[in-house]
């Protein structure tokens, strides 16, 4: 379909050029490895994936553009906790960014009065009115520009 022409032409095609359609197997290890070089650097290229994964140019390629694709989810959950500080500002912070080891995320909501949430960058909240939230956001959007 992204070539706007049918199968039958595309193996055609692949023929005339003596290219294979055909992609090797993979192991999903293998497919995290693409994937996580691929995010490490922006400017990095199918090429040296592929040279650095032992895996061919088309197998790498499938893994980013083609496999995907099909089993990507439209959409991710990300859990926030809200709360009001003490200066009754609302805030929502990803679970993500708080610190478990000095905020226990069970107490927060089960315990009555003020709470103390810490982040991992050292920020510290004196929150009270705490719950969770999740939200929704798009697939596409989520970790860019890591």
Not at 46 to 57: C, M, N, P, Q
Not at 77 to 106: A, W
Request: contains cysteine.
């Amino acid at each position: 379909e992204a070539l706007g022409t049918n199968v039958t032409a595309v193996r055609n095609m692949a023929a005339r050029l003596k290219l294979s359609l055909r992609v090797r197997g993979y192991t999903s290890g293998q497919a995290d490895q693409v994937h996580e070089l691929y995010a490490s650097r922006g400017d990095i290229s199918v090429r040296e994936i592929s040279a650095k994964t032992g895996l061919s140019y088309g197998a790498v390629s499938y893994i980013l553009y083609a496999a995907n694709r099909k089993k990507k989810p439209l959409y991710n959950r990300i859990r926030f906790v809200e709360f009001e500080s003490e200066e009754s500002t609302r805030f929502g912070v990803e679970t993500e960014l708080i610190d478990v080891s000095r905020t226990c995320l069970e107490r927060l909501t089960s315990e009555p009065g003020v709470q103390d949430i810490w982040l991992l960058d050292g920020a510290h909240f004196k929150a009270r009115n705490i719950y969770f939230t999740e939200r929704i956001i798009s697939a596409g959007s989520r970790h860019r520009g890591r």
